[in-house]
C-alpha cells in the first residue's frame, strides 16, 4: 500500500503529462462542433487515442489529423438532414404570427430532433460498431448533451462522460448539475423556448441520465453572461474558440487597411443564415451608403447592382482574425455565442440583430453590459441600421465598456482550452469525478426542500400547542367548577 | 482609445508578471496566520509591496523578510491578550453539563473578540496610524474575515478586499457571497456555535460589511467537506498549506526510520493544546506499550516517568515533514483543518480527537469518507486508543480511501498557492471583481425569493378565480329565474 501511495504521489507529480487516454467523441454538428473541435484537436497533440463517432451524413472528421473515425451507417440521407436543416434556418427574417411562429417552430423541431432520434437508433442497434466499441474500453466519452446520444452511449458502455456545451433548454443543466439557479436573478435560458419540449416522456429519463456526467465543460464566462451559483463539476471555459488571429489574405488586408481612422465594420449573421431578404439587403447597403467606414459583409444572397465602394461583399470571412485587426470599429452580427466571444476577446462593440435559438437572450445580456445596441430583424430600415451604427461608433462608453469586458475575460489562470484539457484528462486519472458529486442528486423534491423536517417540526409545535391549549382549557373548567361551587356553598 | 484597448492587450498578455501593487495585510492571530503567511510571503516574493497591519501585542511579522510592518499601540497587554487566549484552550478535557458549557464559552467568546473589538478602534480613532496608511493609496487589502477589523479598514479605506478565510460562523460566509446553500445536504459549518453570537446588532451591519469582498480565497477542497453550490467569486484554496516536506532532523530521521515495517504515529492536538490531564497521558502511554508502532508526540504537560520505548515526546514537531515520511502510518490529530490538509496530502490515515471550535465538524468529515476513527475526549481508555488505532492500521480500507482521496486532492490545473495569488493580483489589476458579484446582493429577502412576483401571479389567478365565479353564479340565477318563470307561465 505504501508503494500505492508512493506511485500516485509520483504519478499526481506528472501532471498534465501524456496519458495516452481512450477518448470517445461524440459531437453535435452546425456550430456546436465549432469549439468543441478546438479541444478535440488539442486532445490530440498531446497523445490520447482520440476515436470520432459521427454518421455517415456528417463529416466533421475530415482534415482532423491524428484522429480515427468510426462512421455508422444510417437510415436517411444526407439530402434528408440538410432539408431539416434547412427549414430551421428558413423564414428567420419573415415575422408571423405568434401562435404560428411556435406551431412552425416546434414542427421543425421535432423534424429536427427526429432525424437525430433515428440517427441514434441506427447506431445502439448496429451490434457491429457497438462491438467494436465496446471492446476498444474507452476511458471517456466528450459528447455534447444537446442532443442525447452521446450520454446514452456512454451509459451504454458504462464509461465516465464530460459534457462540453452552452447550455441545455428547460434548465435541463441545472437539474444534471444540481445547481441552484434562484430565478429572482438569474435569467432563464432559452426560456422563451420552454414550449418546444417535444418528448416530455423521453425528457424524463434523460434528466437522470444527464445527471450522470462527470464534468460539464461550460461555454459559460461571467464576461459575457451574469454571475450565478455554480456546482463543482461545472467548468468555465467560456472563449475556448478565441483564437490566435491569423494574418489576413493581401487583399483584405489591403481593404480593412485603407479604412484609415473611421476604421471598418464586420457584418455577419452566422453560417446557419443563407439568404436575406432583397429589400433587406438594400436598407442595410443604402446606410452603408453614408457611413465613412468601410465594411466587410459576409453575404449569400441576392445582390443589387449598385454596391457602394465601401463594402466587400465575401461568401465566408475569417471572422475572428478580422475582429482582432486595430481597425475594426463596430461588428454588426446575430449574436451567436461563439461570434459574440470573440468580439469580447478584440474589445469590438457590437450592433446586434437575434434571429433564432439563443441569439436574443445572449443579445439581452450584452445590451444590458452597454457594449452593444440591438436591431429588430423585423423592423430594419435604413435610419435605424445608421442610428444603432453611429450610436455605437460615436459613443465612447461601447468600446471602453467592451474594453474593459476583454480585460476581465481575458484574465484567467488557467486558458480555457488548457482548462478544458485538464478535467478531461482528471476524468481519465480518477474514473470520473464522484468527490465533486453533490449528495442532492440522491434526494427527492421534498427532501432537497427539507420539506420533511419541516412538517416534522410544524407538527411537533401543533402537538404541543394544542395539549397546552387542551391543558389550559382543562384547568380553566375546574376553575369555574370549583368557583362555582363555592359560590352555591355560600 | 484604439491605444488604450491595445495597452490593455499588452498588460493582459502578460499575466501573472509582477506589478508591484501595494497590498494591505490586516490577519488573525493563531492558526488562522498558518496558511495566509504563505500566501503573503508569496507575494513578497512576486515584488508586491506589503504593508503588515497588527497591533503591538502580536509579532506576526517577524521573520518575513522584504515586508513592511505597520504597528499600532492597543489599550491592553500582552498578558490580557494571552489569558483571554488560554481561557479558550482551558477545559477542553473536562466534561462540563451543556448549559454551563454553553455559558462558559460564550462568556470566553465574549472575553475573546472584546479585546479585539477594543484592539480596533484603538487602529481606527489612531489618526496618526490611519493617516499613514490613507496616504499609502493601497490597491487592495487581504484579511481575514474572521475579526471584522479588516473588512471595517478596506471600507474606510475604499480599497476592494480579498478574503482569505476557512468559514465564518452562522452562515456569514454564504450571506457574504448570497451562496445557496440548502441545509437538507450542506452540513451547517459550526452550527453547534450559532448561540455564540454575541453582537447581534454588529453582526448585521457585519454582514452588510461582509459582502463587499471581491473575491473569497475559502481554504476548501471538494477533498475534505462535501460539495456544495458555489459562486463565481468564491476561490477554492484548501491544501494551501501542504508545503514540500523538508528533511527530517538526523535523531527525528533515525528515530522513525527505526519504526520498521509497522512504521510510526504521529500524534499532535494542535498548538491550542497545552496541558493534557495526567490520567488521560497514561491511558495514551499505556496504549502505545501494546502496539508495534513508534510514536512521535507533541507533549508539552506532566510525564510519568516510565514512558515507553518506542515513544519520543516533543516540545514541537515538523508535523508536515513527519507525515510525508513514507513510514507514516497514522496521524493522531485534534482535527484541526491544517493537520486534516496535510494528512490528506500525504495519505496518511487518521484516529481523531476533536476538541472545539469546527473540530467537530472536520471530524465528522473524514470519519464520513472512511479515512478516519473518533476517541471521544471525554471518554479516553487505552482500550478505546488502542482498538482505534488498531483498527486503522490493520484495516486496510482506511489507507486506501486516503490514498484516493490524495489524489484527487493534489490533482490542481493551479497550485492552491498559485491560485491565491492570481486572485489577489487580479483584483489589482481590475480594481475589484465587479463581474463577478451577483445582482442578488441587490435583492431584498421578498424579491430573492420571487414571492412578489408570486404574489402577483397569486392575485391574479385568485381575481379571475373570483369573477369566473361569480359569472357563473349570476348566469346560475338568471337561469334558475328563467326556467321558474317558465314554471310559473306553466
Known amino acids: 500500500i505504501k508503494l500505492l501511495g508512493f506511485l500516485a504521489w509520483l504519478c499526481f507529480s506528472t501532471l498534465g503529462a501524456t496519458l495516452g487516454a481512450k477518448v470517445l467523441v461524440v459531437p453535435v454538428d452546425g456550430s456546436h462542433w465549432l469549439s468543441m473541435k478546438l479541444l478535440v484537436k488539442e486532445l490530440i497533440v498531446r497523445g490520447h487515442d482520440v476515436v470520432l463517432l459521427e454518421p455517415e451524413t456528417t463529416a466533421l472528421g475530415k482534415g482532423l489529423v491524428g484522429c480515427r473515425n468510426e462512421i455508422y451507417p444510417v437510415s436517411y440521407t444526407k439530402e434528408e438532414l440538410g432539408n431539416v436543416l434547412k427549414q430551421l434556418q428558413e423564414n428567420v427574417f419573415i415575422k408571423l404570427p405568434k401562435i404560428t ?140 474558440n478565441c483564437a490566435k488571429p491569423s494574418p489576413l489574405s493581401a487583399h483584405l488586408e489591403e481593404f480593412v487597411d485603407g479604412s484609415g481612422d473611421d476604421g471598418f465594420i464586420v457584418f455577419t449573421l452566422g ?13 442595410f447597403l443604402d446606410a452603408f451608403k453614408k457611413i465613412p467606414q468601410r465594411v ?33 470599429k463596430l461588428f454588426l452580427t446575430h449574436g451567436g455565442s461563439h461570434g459574440i466571444y ?64 476583454m480585460s476581465v475575460h481575458q484574465d484567467h489562470a488557467v486558458k480555457p482550452l488548457d482548462l478544458a484539457v485538464f478535467w478531461t484528462e482528471f476524468v481519465v486519472r480518477h474514473q470520473g469525478a464522484d468527490h465533486l458529486r ?39 373548567r375546574k376553575c369555574c367548577v370549583r368557583v362555582a361551587k363555592k359560590k352555591k356553598v355560600l
Open 342 to 405: 470573440e468580439g469580447i476577446c478584440h474589445g469590438v462593440p457590437m450592433v446586434m440583430m437575434p434571429l433564432f435559438g439563443d441569439q436574443p437572450d445572449n443579445v439581452d445580456y450584452m445590451v444590458a453590459r452597454g457594449v452593444a445596441v440591438v436591431i429588430d430583424v423585423f423592423d430594419v430600415t435604413t435610419e435605424k441600421v445608421l442610428e444603432a451604427i453611429n450610436k455605437v461608433v460615436n459613443d465612447t462608453s461601447y468600446k471602453e465598456k467592451m474594453v474593459n469586458l
Open 101 to 240: 411562429d411556435a406551431y412552425v417552430n416546434v414542427q421543425r423541431l421535432i423534424d429536427y430532433t427526429s432525424i437525430h432520434v433515428k440517427g441514434c437508433e441506427n447506431l445502439l442497434y448496429n451490434q457491429e460498431v457497438m462491438g467494436r466499441l465496446r471492446l476498444e474500453g474507452f476511458d471517456v466519452v466528450l459528447t455534447d448533451p444537446f442532443l442525447p446520444c452521446g450520454s446514452i452511449l456512454a451509459e451504454t458502455l458504462s464509461v465516465p462522460v464530460v459534457y462540453f456545451l452552452r447550455g441545455l433548454p428547460c434548465g435541463l443543466d441545472e437539474i444534471g448539475t444540481q445547481c441552484p439557479s434562484p430565478p429572482s436573478y438569474v435569467p432563464r435560458f432559452y426560456s422563451g423556448h420552454s414550449d418546444t419540449m417535444t418528448f416530455p416522456q423521453r425528457d424524463i429519463s434523460y434528466k437522470d441520465l444527464v445527471r450522470r456526467g462527470a464534468i460539464w465543460l461550460l461555454r459559460y464566462d461571467f464576461a459575457f453572461l451574469f454571475p450565478k451559483p455554480m456546482m463543482p463539476n461545472m467548468v468555465l471555459i467560456g472563449g475556448i
Open 438 to 476: 453533490p449528495a442532492a442528486h440522491n434526494l427527492n423534491w421534498i427532501q432537497y426542500h427539507s420539506l420533511d423536517t419541516l412538517c416534522l417540526l410544524a407538527a411537533i409545535v401543533m402537538t404541543i400547542a394544542f395539549l397546552g391549549l387542551k391543558c389550559c382549557c382543562f384547568c380553566g
Open 271 to 283: 453560417s446557419m443564415v443563407d439568404k436575406m431578404p432583397a429589400d433587406m439587403t438594400i436598407a
Open 296 to 328: 466587410v459583409w459576409r453575404h449569400t444572397g441576392i445582390l443589387p447592382e449598385d454596391v457602394p465602394e465601401n463594402v466587400k461583399i465575401m461568401k465566408w470571412l475569417p471572422q475572428n482574425d478580422l475582429l482582432a485587426h486595430p481597425k475594426a
